[in-house]
């Protein structure tokens, strides 16, 4: 091969450090990629990078992150694309795929406060700085005497905006923080019973042309199939639901053996209203209980529940 296979990402810290692992993996697992100049990191800015007055909600839902990096896929500058699983939108354009889902970091959510204290802990009245809805609801359901403010950017700009004082905690995704190194300044980190995380947080999945076989045999060496049942599973809980980051869902798909055990949630953005499901079976049937779970759930929402 001659050809560079180009890798294209967003140019946030947490994305490049993704995208430099998925390189690092390639010329593991290829020896004639190991090669200077054979793999290319390709950097796009995307909507979502560029718009951070407003929640993702607000100025349009997840595909923000994404929309570039698949146009760049599209019209060939770039062979594959890189992505946080948590930021793919239920439905790919035509003509494109998820080809490669690289091993799960934690998925659980982590927590800062300038104090060090705990989210129990905060005096009624702190402020919580979060870029989606279902943390909200969340912590609104545990704590509706704190007040949540959105807070967007990149990992080290929410971080700074703590130290500044605009807010007086924080919560990011573990899985970020240990990808970039950062995982000793988190004040604690969420048990999943205590506050679910997004679907297909922690994932890394890589997006590739269909018709694009060269590209496909490079990538699937990396696939990790333990992390496919799961967040397949949590994806098509996402697909039953119709949902997007306008609505407060969280999943989260565990594997013991060859059992797998979906857990979801549905809630109003003032978390006063929750709606939970759970399913287990066996893991090559994680399509079916994520659509199950999806259904039972959507059918106890009072009319309206979504957001438009």
């Given amino acids: 091969m001659t050809t560079p296979l180009r890798i294209g990402t967003r140019g946030s810290p947490l ?6 692992e998925t390189r690092d993996r390639l010329a593991a697992a290829h020896p004639e990629l190991a090669a200077p100049g054979m ?4 950097v796009f800015k995307t909507t979502g990078d ?4 407003r929640t993702l909600a607000e100025a349009g839902g997840k595909g923000l992150f994404t929309k570039e990096l698949e146009e760049a896929l599209m019209d060939g500058r770039a062979d594959l694309a890189v992505h946080s699983m948590k930021d793919v939108p239920t439905w790919l354009p035509d003509g494109l795929e998820i080809a490669c889902l690289l091993p ?3 998925p659980r959510d982590a927590f800062f406060s300038r104090t060090g204290a ?3 802990a905060l005096p009624a009245g702190s402020v919580i700085g ?3 809805l279902r943390r909200q609801a969340q912590i609104l359901e545990r704590r509706p005497d704190l007040t949540v403010v959105p807070l967007r950017g990149n990992v080290q700009t929410r971080l700074s905006k703590l130290e500044a004082g605009e807010v007086d905690a924080t919560l990011l995704a573990l899985a970020g923080l240990r990808r970039l190194g950062m995982s000793h300044l988190l004040t604690a980190v969420f048990e999943p019973e205590e506050m679910l995380p997004a679907v297909a947080q922690g994932a890394i999945g890589i997006e590739i042309r269909s018709g694009d076989g060269r590209t496909r045999g490079y ?3 990396l696939h990790c199939p333990a992390t496919a049942a799961r967040v397949t599973a949590e994806r098509a809980l996402l697909a039953a639901l119709d949902g997007s980051c306008r ?3 969280a999943a989260l798909a565990r594997l013991d053996g060859d059992t797998l055990t979906l857990d979801a949630k549905v809630l109003s953005t003032d978390g006063r209203q929750v709606f939970r499901a759970r399913r287990t079976g066996p893991a090559d049937e994680g399509v079916a209980m994520g659509a199950d779970a999806g259904a039972e759930i959507k059918a106890q929402l009072p009319p309206g529940f979504f957001l438009p």
């Fill in 15 to 20: 994305a490049l450090a993704q995208a430099h």
């Fill in 39 to 42: 793999i290319e990191i390709v």
């Fill in 50 to 53: 560029r718009i951070l007055d």
């Fill in 104 to 106: 799960r970091e934690d």
């Fill in 118 to 120: 705990g989210l129990d």
């Fill in 130 to 132: 979060t870029a989606g």
């Fill in 219 to 221: 990538v699937q060496a």
């Fill in 247 to 249: 609505t407060p869902i």
